[in-house]
């Protein structure tokens, strides 16, 4: 059983970046696709960035020019580097990942941005 392990969340204030990293428990063969979505109280899950396997991106549009998803596939790893935060962007970050045979999910991780 494969596990994801978020890091990196935490409190900023509005304009502030994080980092946030993803980590496989052990390497994962035949993914599809990394990412990470973000839950935020009383809303439904939504996506925010997707890696796919050959490299091609999408992001939600409320983070484009602000987000940026990357991965090392060597270490199963998936990041999402975020800069110019915002209170909206307060939510539970959960990390994705998409193989072949069905998919994972991280346990999330914290993101709250407030003055």
């Known amino acids: 059983q494969v596990q994801l392990v978020e890091s990196g969340g935490g409190l900023v204030q509005p304009g502030g970046s994080l980092r946030l990293s993803c980590a496989a428990s052990?390497?994962?063969?035949?993914?599809?696709?990394m990412g990470w979505y973000r839950q935020a109280p009383g809303k439904e899950r939504e996506l925010v960035a997707v890696?796919?396997?050959?490299?091609?991106?999408n992001y939600a549009d409320s983070v484009k020019g602000r987000f940026t998803i990357s991965r090392d596939n060597a270490k199963s790893t998936v990041y999402l580097q975020m800069n110019s935060l915002k209170p909206e962007d307060t939510a539970v970050y959960y990390c994705?990942?998409?193989?072949?045979?069905?998919?994972?999910w991280g346990q999330g991780t914290q993101v709250t941005v407030s003055s």
């Open positions: 994705h990942v998409r193989i072949v045979a069905g998919h994972y």
């Open positions: 890696i796919n396997s050959g490299g091609p991106t």
């Open positions: 052990r390497t994962i063969f035949s993914i599809n696709a």
